[in-house]
């Protein structure tokens, strides 16, 4: 009964108790940084030869040229083929169903003319080449190949690279069937940040990107950090976090375990019930201390339980709403009787699952939306990955003559307003020139 901090929002000192809370500092110290720009400097300065020394070093096996970083697409096929049909429905069902999320993501171009005849407007293209991330080793998310995969397919982009680490040589078959279905155009045997370069800068044997996407390690997260404004990336990931809001009616089993599927990612993860039921809070206290036991990764979720884990006891809904928009979490479950009432309410968070029947671990998996979500309280300012991030726009402008001599007045005053003659008298010539 003792495992998570209890705090209630009529305390004095709620607000700093939260704020304690939530607080999450990365652990790329001094330290890594200097390790991954190290690294980031050999892979721009050496290519292939800088992979082929991290890959033996760090991932312990040795591959003789860089062309045995390549995992060549029928090496993917292979593995779809050779994994349970169980998983290859699971990874198609899954698929299909983000695809078709995906699909009412696309953005379209638009335009309209002004009454001279001015064109204004706005166009829509892929990215020409994206890399993706995938982690290895003992974390392989073949649900994160999927969910980064697709909405750069849907969206267009041109060629998706894909790099995984292979600790020890050994490959994950079902990394490689996600790939597989999900389209992937090349994948690359190698991890940690000297992948991010690889992908960021190109070298002989892996092509260069404009984005990249994918969770990873510290080094991984510290390496896009760094390699941020010569390639795009999706974001700089924390810890994974929930929040639920129950009105207690719903099974206290059902939300201990919703709070476990968070905590068990690593010590670092975040699970927050909240509820103006105090009875309901000690019966979800008492099911955590009896269900945590019977699971197999129940060490890793007590210490994050213990570490940033919480029950909150609020005044009412409204209390309750009012600290989900402060906490802004990543994945924030309602699980209340009428949720599509009050989820209008709700200003910041990364993924809503409503009602009481809306585990979160669907949207892990196979909902249909993104399970790539902002953390950290960065959903007050940022969205779930989807088509749109693997889409650009550009501004058409098509000005007709006499839209031209129009524009041209206000223009000329404006530049010359800010000392730029020049500006000013490129407008004018055409201005002068309008019939």
């Known amino acids: 009964m003792t495992m998570l901090q209890r705090l209630s929002t009529s305390d004095p000192d709620f607000a700093d108790r939260l704020a304690a809370l939530l607080a999450w500092e990365s652990v790329s110290d001094d330290r890594v940084q200097q390790i991954v720009a190290e690294i980031l400097r050999a892979v721009r300065t050496q290519g292939d030869a800088a992979l082929l020394e991290y890959t033996t070093r760090f991932d312990r096996w040795t591959p003789t040229t860089p062309a045995d970083l390549e995992l060549p697409r029928a090496r993917l096929e292979q593995a779809w083929h050779t994994i349970p049909a169980a998983q290859r429905q699971a990874l198609d069902a899954a698929a299909e169903r983000i695809r078709t999320y995906a699909e009412h993501q696309k953005l379209s171009g638009w335009s309209y003319r002004d009454a001279d005849g001015t064109l204004l407007g706005q166009q829509v293209t892929p990215l020409d080449r994206a890399g993706l991330y995938v982690p290895g080793g003992k974390a392989a998310y073949p649900s994160s190949v999927l969910m980064n995969a697709i909405p750069a397919k849907v969206a267009g982009v041109g060629e998706l690279i894909m790099v995984v680490p292979t600790p020890d040589g050994e490959l994950n078959e079902l990394v490689l069937a996600a790939a597989h279905v999900a389209g992937v155009d090349r994948a ?121 884990g919480a029950l909150i006891f609020a005044r009412d809904l409204d209390d309750a709403i009012a600290v989900a928009n402060q906490i802004a979490p990543e994945h924030l479950e309602l699980s209340v009787a009428d949720p599509e009432a009050i989820v209008g309410r709700i200003r910041h968070a990364g993924a809503i699952f409503m009602g009481r029947y809306t585990a ?76």
């Open 360 to 435: 979160e671990a669907l949207g892990d998996y196979c909902a249909g939306p993104n399970h790539v979500l902002p953390t950290s309280r960065t959903a007050r300012f940022s969205s779930p990955l989807g088509v749109y991030d693997f889409q650009k726009r550009s501004s058409l402008i098509l000005a007709s003559a006499a839209g031209s001599a129009r524009l041209a007045q206000t223009a000329s005053v404006l530049a010359r307003g800010e000392g730029l003659t020049a500006h000013a008298r490129s407008a004018e010539y055409r201005g002068e020139c309008a019939p």
């Open 188 to 308: 690359f045997a190698i991890g940690g940040a000297q992948a991010v370069a690889a992908l960021a800068y190109g070298t002989a044997t892996i092509p260069g990107v404009d984005k990249i996407v994918g969770p990873g390690n510290i080094y991984v997260a510290t390496a896009k950090r760094a390699v941020f404004g010569q390639v795009g990336i999706d974001m700089v990931a924390g810890p994974s976090e929930i929040l639920v809001i129950c009105d207690g009616a719903t099974d206290p089993d059902w939300i201990a375990m919703d709070l476990f599927s968070q905590a068990e990612h690593d010590e670092d993860a975040q699970s927050i019930l909240v509820s103006w039921d105090a009875a309901f809070l000690d019966q979800v206290a008492a099911s955590i201390e009896r269900l945590l036991p019977t699971l197999e990764r129940a060490p890793i979720i007590e210490a994050a339980l213990r570490a940033r």
